[in-house]
């Protein structure tokens, strides 16, 4: 223990260059689905292989059809596990930028009405935060010891945001290099404050995009209105006939490989304390909007759903415009959970534009990323040892959630290198990641580098 | 008619003089429904105001709390009834502005295949090339006999395409100026290339757009997909709900004061050979897509309608954000026929609109102008005699049709003014109005200038 006290000790004392690390890497704007910020990826990847080889790490940027990957290996002591811990440079669009108090690509602290202390900035918790907490671990560990508890490959990828394409081609390129006992990931909540968690589920994400199209040109409402086809119309009933009164989806076969959460598990839930009322209530809801009869907890862990992340057609300026649009575009995804399969899922869909289009009009589709559920056994000794590591840095024994977000790379890594994920994360619920003004808690940034340093720890005595 | 033979002369031996000042005025941007274009709304205002008072006019520019009207007098000889000549010098937006192959704001004229001559500008045909046919009747008339056969009062505003807010008002306020015998108005099309037409009927229209809200920020579809409200879900079905499987619209009381089209109106209207192929052919289509067993003529002349012109919420960029937006926004207008009322279905729409909101969700409304159809009888003797002038200009007899535009100024004269309007335009459907490469034809503009002098003169002969 007196090699991890140091340690720990250590994180206290550097948490100010540790921030302007993270602040340097927090002001590139590496926004992965926009064409225009594609240097900054790359800026962001180089900024992380340079941090990591100044480290000790073997550290390289890895080009891809996308943005690059970074990968970096440090060895661990003989016979002591290997982990594999992966996180996303990349951010999410900052629009609607005029909701933002600040630069979103200028970070800054603030303190929040409690004294709490917190850091803002667009990537602050999503996950540039996150991913620095466990690079800041391992610092911290080779300027004490020389060396790492256990042996680390660390994967940084650029294109989380936008559905990761270059990942799945990437692991089975690189099996070999990137195969370990098991894979770390920091893109996560804690339960509460308190309460650190590991999530033992994640939902799996189908995006897909599709433009129906009827007239040749956009018409004039009054000319051509009740004669021609309204594509804004047609995909209006398409999306609205996606959900049945009780907030089922509709698409046949969506439910194939859907469980029923066993009661025990239930029962672990309930015992959480969940405040449906407060999660809802702190976006100005107040209502669980899904499926009849279920709780929030089951709606966004383990329910599968359809959203619609955006759609367009015809005038949308100042004013008004008399026009019959001559075509709409909608982002649609879908959640999924436990068995769903999402390439039947996206065929589903497709059929189900298809068989909703009227006469002269058509459908085009683009696909936007694709990722199975992934599921862990809550018998996991992997769970176990970083159950007991977590419990020990924060006030209270760590919870075993379920997660509605999706992150692909966990599914992959299960199915290409057959190794369990280990979800853990610093972030909390009114972080804003996704949406304006975005932020990361300085006890995140702090206690979650205390907190892996603690979990290499032990898990470098043995799992 | 020897000053009527003279008159048209002039006409022809100027044409080119009349293109010089159609151009200068199709060079100003006078987009109203855009605020940033406001000084430009002015600018076609002064012009025209200033064309007119050089013809001999009393001229003059009137301010309004949105863009200024241009009114302009002349008085005809004694006993010879005076006409109302109204059009608008606003414009419509111009995007998608990729698709225009030539800037929308410097006009030229381009041969077609059939080497007829056409101008290609916004607004070349809707609506200050059609307006400049008369201002030049006008001019021709007062350069060949010093004076016009008939009175004329020239009304133009500038709020057409977005609405017309301030006309109403404008028209109560100034009843005396403005109260003729009939008012003319060029802002519609010729039945085909060859026979002129007078509209009998016009349909009106209800402008309305609708924000619904949820959440009091943009969500994570991943964190609360299942959970929370999807603005663009709700508004979806609300759309989806507007019509029924036969296409008929489905707010309450919507077709209250819709009456049948008389028997022999039909055949009339069957007489004119109207092809339902070529139309819908022409814009790419091939079905009619309205209420189920009417032709594309009752669609689009003697039947109400409902379209979204536009909509948006989300994420709209390139690549996806997995994002459950804020707020939704449409924009939707009805189409209104014989006696149904803007009122009443403006509070019927935002009624059903309420109606359909789920717990948490709101709607806001704003209202883009409203106007009741115009519905003219057959036997008046000012279509009998403009009937007379325009067959002896075209090859054809001037037919009698139906609209499917609105304009909402002759539902406003004949409440206001107890006027009958007389709709006579020179446009051809596929002038492109409201959409890019918008185009108005060389003979349009040529022998619509005729028209106008022949209807003048006919008019002066007493009706």
Known sequence: MASLDSVLSCIDLNLDRSLDRLFDLLRIPSISTDPRYAEDCRKAADFLAGDLAAIGFEASVRDTPGHPMVLARHEGPAGAPHVLFYGHYDVQPVDPLELWTSDPFDPVIREDANGRKRIVARGAADDKGQLMTFVEAC???????????????????????????????FLEAHRAELKADAALVCDTNMWDRDTPAISTGLRGLVGEEVVVKAANRDLHSGYYGGAAANPIRILSKIIADLHDADGRVTLPGFYDGVDEVPDDVKAQWNALNFSESDFLGEVGLSVPAGETGRSVLEQTWSRPTAEVNGMIGGYTGAGFKTVIAAEAKAKISFRLVFRQDPAAIRKAFRQFVEDRLPADCTAEFHPHGGSPAIQLPFDSPWIAAASEALSQEWPNK????????????AGEFKNQL???????????????????????????FHRGQRSWARILDRLGRGV
């Open 418 to 444: 057959g190794m369990e994920t280990l979800l853990v994360g610093f972030g909390n619920g009114d972080d804003a990641i996704h949406s304006p003004n975005e932020k990361y808690e300085m006890s995140s």
């Open 398 to 409: 760590a919870a075993m959630i379920g997660m509605g977000g999706s992150i692909p790379i």
């Open 139 to 169: 610092r911290a560990y080779k300027a004490e010891t020389g060396s790492l508890p256990c042996g680390v490959t660390i994967l940084f990828e650029g294109e989380e945001e936008s559905g990761s394409p270059s990942l799945l081609p």
